[in-house]
């Protein structure tokens, strides 16, 4: 079984910065690669950012030069920080992995989502 737990989340004001980080536990081997989805109302969800084991990264255009994505693989957490915040940017937020577990089998797995809200 495996779980992601977010953290973060919450109301700032336009400018502002957050910081969400998510927790990666259970029978995990290798996470090959950690993100950040959101979903703001009425909209599909979308990507904002990604981070493989490696290192690389990549970010959707509307984040780039304002969001951050780290991960610490022997922690198997996935942060993303958040400045310059924007109206545009409330959503949940949702974090998701794609690894192996003991069993060698790979799936995708998601968070429960975290709400951010940026308004004055």
């Known amino acids: 079984q495996v779980q992601l737990v977010e953290s973060g989340g919450g109301l700032v004001q336009p400018g502002g910065s957050l910081r969400l980080s998510c927790a990666a536990s259970g029978s995990i081997f290798s996470i090959y690669v950690m993100g950040w989805y959101r979903q703001a109302p009425g909209k599909q969800r979308e990507l904002v ?15 780039k030069g304002r969001f951050t994505i780290s991960r610490d693989n022997a922690k198997n957490t996935v942060h993303l920080q958040m400045n310059s915040l924007k109206p545009e940017d409330t959503a949940v937020y949702y974090c998701n992995a794609y690894l192996e577990d003991y069993y060698h089998r790979k799936n ?13």
């Not at 950012?49 to 984040?63: K, W």
């Not at 995708?108 to 004055?120: A, H, I, K």
């Open 108 to 120: 995708t797995y998601w968070g429960q989502g975290t709400q951010v809200t940026v308004s004055s």
């Open 49 to 63: 950012a990604f981070i493989t084991s490696g290192g690389t990264t990549n970010y959707v255009d509307s984040v």
